[in-house]
């Protein structure tokens, strides 16, 4: 595992048991969000990339139980939470990977999810990579993350570098849109929005 992944694992081992309370009104705002914005059909086999706690499964199969769900992140103890909540559902399955290398054969899945973890990847290219070989032809990938055109963002990405090793870096809305297009994906729509006051996120779906 690289260096800056041990890191992230240590950091979210470590936060696993609070997280969801310490970050209930982000992940509710960011989560509820990303589910209407996508609306993913009942029928599509989704990965959930950095699925952390499972926050975002625990919503989906509230409207689908029978929707296929694979999560991923790095940090174990994440994934016990998560494996955990959706301990009734057979449909629903969790592994420990990275997303710079997912145990998983080309053309896999519908649709490939990203929630608030695209900041971490240390190689975001070979990230998309690895997300476009797994998806299936006609596939899309929704990644929702914070973005740099807002100025809070743009202070928290400076500070961050400084004081959490794990951080790697946010993004404006350009250099993401160009990340995906330079990974052959084809933007089909994207958004960027205030969340709260201050802070920001951006979304897009690609295919
Ligand atoms: C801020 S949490 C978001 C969790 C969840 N998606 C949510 O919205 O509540 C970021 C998650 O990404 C995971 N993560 C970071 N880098 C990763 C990588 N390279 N591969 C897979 N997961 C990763 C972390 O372990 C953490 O659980």
Redesign the pocket.
Known sequence: MAMN?TL??EQ?DQMADVYDQR?NNY?AK??SFLKNWTQISPEAAVL??????G??ERLLLTENPQQVITG????EK?LLMAKQKCRTYPNVSFRR????ALPFADNSFDVVV????FH???DPTL?LKEIKRVLKPKGRVIILDWCKDYLLCRICDFVLKFLDPAYRQCYTQKEFHRLLISAQFELRRTTKFRFGVVWGMMIAEAA
């Open positions: 992944e992230i694992r979210y970050w992940i960011t989560l959930d990339i950095g699925c952390g706690t926050e975002f991923v992140d790095i940090s994440m990977a990275s997303v710079l990203s929630a608030s973890a971490y990847f240390d990230a």
